[in-house]
């Protein structure tokens, strides 16, 4: 936030601007000396398998157009756990006696967080970095509803999504991020683009591109608002729960 304002008029009408009270947080700054190290702020995706392996924390020089800045700045200042097997889950899942993946909860570090005031200047620059802003078309999520019950079916039964994704706390795959915050994580204009062909944004992508039909995306969309208003009406906001 800029925190300079002016100070008045002097007497020959020449117009001061005072010196900031505090220096303020340069927010692109922050992200080069405490992000960059584990997330890409300038791209392109890794073409890799090994670059995928090696990837440390979510590519974010797309972040303005994927996420919604008021979500960054509560997250940044008191992050939680998206992904339950962290950013590669090839990294973190054991198969236990029974044959089941279980989570190496060890292997996993806590995100850092930022204060109020870093954590609106990281917010800021990273609503600036809209690198492929041409995948995404503004408008593109036309708001709408579904059951809950009937997102269930097209998530899990009609088209496997939940094999990978988490639908409530502790309820879904391991190997994806949780998509009951997804509403009020992402901006619904990017989670179209990204749903209909997640190898657009990232080629390695572990997200398969499934041929689902315009109407279906919209319906997902749908479905993660009604996850996340469920959330809310049974008290377990986001942050409650890693
Ligand atoms: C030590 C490595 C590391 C550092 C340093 C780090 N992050 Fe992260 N970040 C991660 C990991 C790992 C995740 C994935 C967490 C999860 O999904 O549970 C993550 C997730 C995020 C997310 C959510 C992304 C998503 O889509 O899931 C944002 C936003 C973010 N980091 C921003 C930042 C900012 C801003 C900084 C610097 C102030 C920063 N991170 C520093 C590793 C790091
Ligand atoms: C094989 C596992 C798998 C399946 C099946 C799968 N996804 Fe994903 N999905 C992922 C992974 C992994 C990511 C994270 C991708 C990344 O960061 O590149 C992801 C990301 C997403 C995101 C972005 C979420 C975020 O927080 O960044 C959405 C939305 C999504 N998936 C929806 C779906 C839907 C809808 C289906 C079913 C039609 C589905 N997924 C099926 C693995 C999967």
Not at 50 to 68: I, M, T
Not at 89 to 111: I, K, P, Q, T, W
Not at 176 to 181: A, D, N, R, S
Request: charged fraction near 25%; hydrophobic fraction near 40%; aromatic fraction near 8%.
């Amino acid at each position: 936030m800029a925190r300079r304002h002016l100070t008045g008029l002097l007497a020959g009408g020449a117009l001061l601007l005072a010196v900031p009270a505090a220096a303020a947080v340069d927010g692109r700054a922050l992200l080069e000396e405490r992000c960059a190290s584990c997330h890409d702020l300038t791209g392109p995706a890794p073409t890799t398998v090994e670059g995928v392996w090696s990837r440390k924390g979510p590519d974010l020089f797309y972040a303005g157009l994927k996420y919604r800045r008021d979500w960054l700045v509560r997250w940044l200042q008191r992050p939680t756990r998206i992904r339950p097997a962290g950013v590669y889950y090839g990294n973190h899942l054991r198969v236990d006696a029974e044959g089941h993946d279980r989570v190496d909860e060890a292997s996993l570090v806590r995100h850092l967080a930022l204060t109020r005031e870093e954590a609106e200047a990281a917010a800021d620059a990273l609503m600036r970095l809209r690198a492929k802003s041409e995948l995404v078309r503004p408008g593109a999520y036309q708001p709408g509803r579904i059951s809950l019950s009937m997102g269930d079916l097209m998530f899990g039964k009609f088209k496997g999504c939940i094999a990978c994704h988490r639908i409530e706390p502790g309820y879904g795959g391991l190997s994806g991020p949780e998509v009951y915050t997804a509403w009020a994580r992402l901006n619904p204009d990017w989670v179209i683009s990204f749903m209909r062909n997640p190898q657009a944004w990232d080629p390695r992508s572990l997200m398969p591109r499934l041929p689902l039909k315009e109407r279906d995306l919209q319906r997902f969309v749908h479905y993660f608002k009604a996850l996340y208003e469920d959330l809310q009406q049974r008290g377990e906001e986001e942050g409650d729960h890693d």
